[in-house]
């Protein structure tokens, strides 16, 4: 099972930013937060990770909080490209580690 | 990010043929690569673990003889589904992990078995 909870689905202006949260409360101290999106018919792409700290790169900010027990994604300037499903992911690093993925949430960007 | 490739992105077959996959990893090596099937309106499921050069795990309920996985180098592992149903008809999905942090997904083939 999933070890993540999200909103089934959720919707923004496109220019505005798109706050997607998880809630994670198992959380091992050595598992990190993963989010991958996964726009329709293609494979999922990696978004960011991280493991305390806030993260932020190209795509999109991760914000966790001190607790470690939920997180928020935030994508600054959502485009309608961006529009699709969502997953927030709980795992251990290394090449083994098994992603599982639940529901995931359905980001739709409105014009 | 890292690159993966899979080949066909996808393939119709008839009933009771076998059906190669191919996942590549394009900039790096894969010590490790995971195999998913996708149903219509569903999640991600994870099939199989493949390190190079040793045998797959798989996951309770997948039958290893009808899905057979070859991992022979760092950079190419296949997916074999034998004697295709129509019920096999899927997204198949490869993952592969270099032994970052992070996983990478290929584009996904879309299996169609009349």
């Known amino acids: 099972d999933a070890k993540t909870t999200q909103p089934p689905s959720m919707d923004c202006a496109e220019g505005r930013a798109a706050n997607l949260p998880c809630n994670h409360s198992?959380?091992?101290?050595?598992?990190?937060v993963y989010w991958y999106r996964q726009i329709h018919s293609q494979g999922p792409q990696y978004i960011i990770h991280?493991?305390?700290n806030n993260e932020t790169n190209e795509m999109a900010s991760l914000i966790i909080t001190e607790d470690r027990k939920s997180s928020t994604l935030i994508l600054p300037h959502a485009t309608l490209r961006d529009t699709a499903v969502y997953y927030c992911?709980?795992?251990?690093?290394?090449?083994?580690?098994?992603?599982?993925f639940g529901k995931g949430i359905t980001l739709s960007v409105r014009p | 990010g890292a690159v993966v490739s899979q080949h066909p992105s996808w393939v119709i077959c008839k009933s009771g043929t076998s059906v190669k996959i191919e996942c590549r990893s394009l900039?790096?090596?894969?010590?490790?690569m995971f195999w998913y099937r996708q149903f219509p309106k569903q999640s991600l499921m994870l099939m199989a673990t493949?390190?190079?050069?040793?045998?797959?795990?798989?996951e309770q309920g997948v039958e290893k003889d009808k899905f057979l996985i070859n991992h022979a180098s760092l950079t190419l592992s296949t997916l074999t589904v034998t004697s295709a149903h129509p019920e096999d008809s899927s997204f198949y999905i490869c993952?592969?992990?270099?032994?970052?942090?992070?996983?990478?997904f290929g584009p996904g083939t879309r299996l169609l078995v009349l």
């Open positions: 991280g493991l305390k």
């Open positions: 198992t959380i091992s101290g050595n598992e990190y």
């Open positions: 900039d790096f090596q894969a010590t490790t």
């Open positions: 493949s390190n190079e050069g040793s045998k797959a795990t798989y």
């Open positions: 993952g592969a992990s270099g032994g970052e942090e992070t996983q990478y």
């Open positions: 992911i709980v795992s251990y690093t290394g090449a083994n580690s098994k992603l599982t």
